[in-house]
Nanobody, 122 residues
């Protein structure tokens, strides 16, 4: 059974930093893509950052230059560091994993965490 558990969300002021974590268990495929998505109230789910099994990373335009996605394979943990946070970064943040290559569309991801809330105040 694949499980993803996010943590690290919270309330911060604009300009601040947060580091989100996602612990993955039960996933057995060697080729995978892990992703961070976010969804604000009334908006569609948006891809934030992707990382492939080979370490290749991709970032959404809205976070490029402010976000860093990384993984610790020994700890089965995915991270997302967000710097220079803006009020528009306020959303529920989800981690997800799929087999093989990365896609930006959320519909391609089979396994999801429950989400962690990030709130940025001005």
């Amino acid at each position: 059974q694949v499980q993803l558990v996010e943590s690290g969300g919270g309330s911060v002021q604009a300009g601040g930093t947060l580091r989100l974590s996602c612990v993955v268990s039960g996933y057995r495929y060697r080729r995978y893509c892990m992703a961070w998505f976010r969804q604000a109230p009334g908006k569609e789910r948006e891809g934030v950052a992707l990382i492939g099994f080979d370490g290749t990373t991709h970032y959404g335009d809205s976070v490029k230059g402010r976000a860093t996605i990384s993984q610790d394979n020994a700890e089965n943990t995915l991270y997302l560091q967000m710097d220079s946070l803006k009020p528009e970064d306020t959303a529920m943040y989800y981690c997800a994993i799929r087999n093989d290559v990365c896609y930006w569309a959320s519909r391609y991801y089979k396994y999801w965490g429950q989400g962690t809330q990030v709130t940025v105040s001005s």
